[in-house]
């Protein structure tokens, strides 16, 4: 049932629908503190909210008292903030803590953070006696419309993004729109790198309402977000549902990704966002994409406007073409050894191909500082 809130946002509810695994996303304000938001939840004995030492702050003790009702105990455990930290070694944090209250296969983790935090935690409750409840609690708007839905988990290597981890399921995901009132300006514009990927590969009357509505969106509207939000989710909602595990269709919401990922390992975790790298490498698949032409420079330039105007980066860091390759050659999309991006075959409309290795170094060159 939708939660309602005494507010000027209507809450929502994206359902992802993955037969026995399917969840439903809410999305509005109020929610954290709302006992109507937590009042599906299964009763257990312990509760472990994940979080880290910025949010924690701000929101910890709001999730801790909505939680009591449900749970004997509800434990706190803040982690060190930034993707530095999405390692072996802040993950067994949490499994450290985990063991130590003795927690048993009811036990549920809440991951109140972004995307670092979901990403870690949702993979320790996939690991932990192979497999415990969670729930996502989004604070960053990047977490919101991407890293929270779909069930992808993962840490980082020091050779790659997110290539440990695992598919798992959360019950629930929560987006609190609230949090996004506290949220650093950049990294409000990281996370609406993720919601203007999905024009190019699902959907341009969304692309063409972002141009229009991008002003509100970085003033924090609630109302822009809330749209931004729900649409995001449900075009995100579509495709993992069509193909849960990237077997296929839902390869194209890396649209960015391969030369995104690039830039943050070339660079070192955590120097550029990944909302800033997806955001500069959307410009570089555009420009990979027109230079096999798939698309005329007018789409090429038109994106480009609109991710500078969110205020993010649109060339790349000079690290040399071969540090860009080496880093795309272990892309989880790579195939025989050769690279493979997702592309825009036509504005709207994404497809996954090979490129000549010639033709990619031309655009890295062309893309970089």
């Not at 439903?24 to 938001?37: K, M, V």
Request: with cysteine.
């Amino acid at each position: 049932m939708p939660v309602t809130a005494n507010s000027a946002v209507t809450t929502s509810t994206v359902p992802i629908s993955l037969g026995e695994r399917s969840y439903s996303i809410l999305i509005g304000e109020h929610l954290i503190s709302n006992p109507l938001t937590w009042q599906g939840l299964k009763k257990a004995a312990c509760a472990l909210i994940v979080t880290n030492e910025t949010v924690a702050p701000l929101y910890a003790s709001r999730l801790e008292t909505a939680l009591k009702p449900l749970y004997d105990r509800v434990v706190v455990l803040s982690l060190p903030d930034g993707e530095g930290f999405k390692n072996f070694e802040t993950l067994n944090l949490i499994f450290d803590q985990l063991l130590g209250i003795g927690a048993d296969r009811r036990t549920v983790l809440f991951a109140l953070g972004g995307g670092v935090v979901g990403d870690m935690t949702g993979f320790a409750a996939a690991c932990y006696m192979r497999g415990v409840p969670f729930v996502q609690v989004a604070t960053t708007l990047l977490a919101q419309v991407d890293s929270s839905v779909g069930g992808k988990t993962a840490i980082n290597h020091p050779l790659g993004k997110n290539m440990i981890g695992a598919f798992y399921q959360p019950d629930l995901v929560v987006c609190d729109l609230d949090t996004l009132q506290t949220l650093p300006d950049r990294e409000l514009s990281a996370g609406l790198a993720e919601i203007i990927k999905y024009g190019p590969i699902a959907d341009m009357e969304f692309l063409s309402w972002i141009e229009d509505h991008l002003d509100a969106l970085m003033a924090k509207d609630s109302r822009a977000l809330a749209h931004a939000v729900q649409r995001s989710c449900e075009i995100k909602a579509g495709v993992v549902g069509a193909d849960e595990r990237e077997g296929g269709i839902r390869a194209i919401l890396n649209f960015g990704h391969t030369f995104g990922h690039a830039i943050e390992a070339g660079l070192g975790f955590g120097v550029w966002l990944h909302g800033e790298a997806v955001g500069c490498g959307m410009v570089m698949a555009a420009h990979l994409s027109h230079q096999l032409g798939l698309v005329d420079i007018s789409f090429v330039q038109r994106l480009t406007r609109l991710i500078a105007r969110a205020g993010l980066p649109v060339q790349g860091p000079k690290l040399g073409a071969h540090v860009y390759l080496e880093h795309m050659r272990v892309d989880k999309k790579s195939q025989n050894g050769q690279i493979r991006f997702v592309l825009i075959d036509s504005p709207g409309r994404a497809v996954v191909l090979g490129a000549d290795e010639a033709v990619v170094q031309l655009v890295i060159e062309q893309c970089c500082l």
